[in-house]
C-alpha cells in the first residue's frame, strides 16, 4: 500500500475531467425569406469521452492516449436542432408572398409582350376555318329557303284562284301564244337574272342583297309557269288515254335533288378545285342560248338530246360553284352564293320535266 490517493492496489487512477460545455451559434441561413423570427444563441452541451487510461506494468508511469475529437462542423451540424421553431413561422408574411407571386403570374400569362403584339396582330388559329365553316353553313340554309320558297309560289300560281286567274292564267296565254312571245318572256327572264345576281353579289347592303335573292326567286317561279301548265295538260291528256297519272313534277323534283346532292357530295369528300370549268360552262352556254336562238327564228323543236345536254351543263355548274363555296367565295357572299346553286338547281330542274315529258308522252 502507499500513502499517495491516487494510487491503489491496481494501479494509477486516471484523473477526472469535468464535461465541457461548447456553446454553438444558431443563426438562420441566408436563403429563408423574411419573417422567420430569429433564434436566440443556445448552448448544446457536448459531453466528451473521458480519457481512457492505458495501463502497464504497476509502477511505471501511466500513458494517456486522447480519443480523437469530431470536427467542429460536425459538432455543429448534429447539435443543430430543426429550424425554424414552428411557433416562429409567420404565417401572415408566406400569405402575402403567395398572393403576390399569383397575381404576377396571372399578369404575365394574360398579358401579351409588346414583341407579339407587333409580329401577329389579332392572331386566331381557327378564325379563318371558322369563318369557311359558318359562311358554308349559311350559303346552304339560304338555299333550302329559296327552293322552298320557290315550291310555295308554284304551289300558289297553279292553286290560288286569284294568282292563278289575275297572274298565271295571263302569263300563260301570253308565253304560249307565238315563238317570238316565248323569246321575250326569255329575254326579260335573263335581264331579270342579271339585276337580281348584281344586287346579291355587288351590293354592300345586306338589304340588297336578300331583295336580290327574291326578285331571282320569283322571277323562276313566273317563268316556270307555262312549263307546269303544259305538264298539266300532258297529264290529263295521259289519264283521259287510260294511263295513271304519271307524277312528272313528283319525280322530276326527286331526279334532280338526288342529282344536285351526289354532285355536292362528291365535291365535299374528294374537295377537288373545279374551278378549271369556268371557262368551258361559259363557252357551253353561249352556244345552247345560240341553239335556243335559232329555234325560236326558224321555228325548229329542240329534241330530247339538248334537254339532256343542258342537264349535263347545269350538272357541270354544280359542280363549278360547289368548289366556288367551298374555297374561294368570300365569307360574307352567303346570299350571292346561295343564288347561284339555286339557279343552278332550277335550270336542271327545268330540263329533267322536259325529259320527263317526253319519255312519258305515248
Known amino acids: 500500500m502507499t500513502n499517495d490517493p491516487k494510487k491503489t492496489m491496481l494501479g494509477w487512477v486516471p484523473n477526472y475531467t469535468e464535461p465541457q460545455t461548447q456553446p454553438f451559434q444558431q443563426q438562420p441561413p441566408e436563403y429563408l425569406p423574411q419573417g422567420y423570427a430569429q433564434q436566440p444563441p443556445y ?26 475529437q469530431p470536427p467542429p462542423e460536425q459538432h455543429q451540424r448534429l447539435a443543430r436542432p430543426s429550424y425554424p421553431p414552428a411557433a416562429a413561422y409567420n404565417y401572415r408574411n408566406e400569405a402575402a408572398a403567395i398572393v403576390q407571386h399569383m397575381q404576377h403570374q396571372e399578369t404575365s ?3 401579351p409582350s409588346k414583341s407579339s403584339q407587333r409580329s401577329i396582330p ?3 388559329a381557327t378564325k379563318g376555318a371558322s369563318d369557311r365553316v359558318r359562311f358554308i353553313r349559311l350559303t346552304y340554309l339560304h338555299l333550302l329557303g329559296a327552293i322552298l320558297a320557290f315550291a310555295g309560289l308554284l304551289w300558289l300560281l297553279m292553286n290560288n284562284t286569284f294568282l292563278a286567274t ?5 302569263l300563260v296565254k301570253f308565253a304560249l301564244g307565238g315563238r317570238w312571245n316565248w323569246g321575250v318572256v326569255l329575254a326579260v327572264f335573263m335581264a331579270v ?8 353579289s355587288h351590293a354592300t347592303s345586306r338589304k340588297v342583297q336578300y331583295a336580290g335573292l327574291a326578285f331571282y326567286v320569283v322571277a323562276e317561279a313566273l317563268i316556270f309557269v307555262p312549263l307546269l301548265a303544259i305538264v298539266a295538260w300532258k297529264t290529263q291528256v ?4 287510260g294511263g295513271g297519272n304519271p307524277n312528272i313534277i313528283r319525280d322530276s323534283a326527286y331526279v334532280t335533288l338526288g342529282i344536285f346532292a351526289a354532285l355536292t357530295a362528291s365535291v365535299f369528300i374528294s374537295k377537288k378545285d373545279f374551278s378549271f370549268l369556268r371557262s368551258g360552262l361559259f363557252m357551253a352556254s353561249g352556244a345552247a342560248l345560240t341553239l335556243i336562238v335559232l329555234a325560236l327564228t326558224f321555228g325548229f323543236n329542240l329534241g330530247l338530246a339538248f334537254s339532256v345536254g343542258m342537264v349535263l351543263l347545269a350538272a357541270g355548274y354544280v359542280l363549278y360553284q360547289t368548289s366556288q363555296v367551298l374555297a374561294h367565295y368570300d365569307p360574307n357572299q352567303h346570299v350571292a352564293a346561295s343564288l347561284a346553286l339555286f339557279s343552278s338547281v332550277a335550270l336542271m330542274f327545268w330540263y329533267v320535266i322536259r325529259i320527263f315529258l317526253r319519255m312519258r308522252e305515248g
Open 193 to 200: 337574272s342579271w339585276v337580281a345576281d348584281y344586287w346579291a
Open 166 to 170: 289575275k297572274v298565271s292564267a295571263p
Open 238 to 241: 295521259i289519264i283521259a288515254k
Open 43 to 68: 448552448e448544446q452541451p457536448y459531453q466528451p469521452q473521458y480519457q481512457q487510461p492505458y495501463y502497464h506494468q504497476q509502477g511505471y508511469p501511466q500513458q494517456y492516449i486522447a480519443p480523437p
Open 109 to 111: 400569362s394574360t398579358k
Open 122 to 124: 389579332n392572331a386566331d
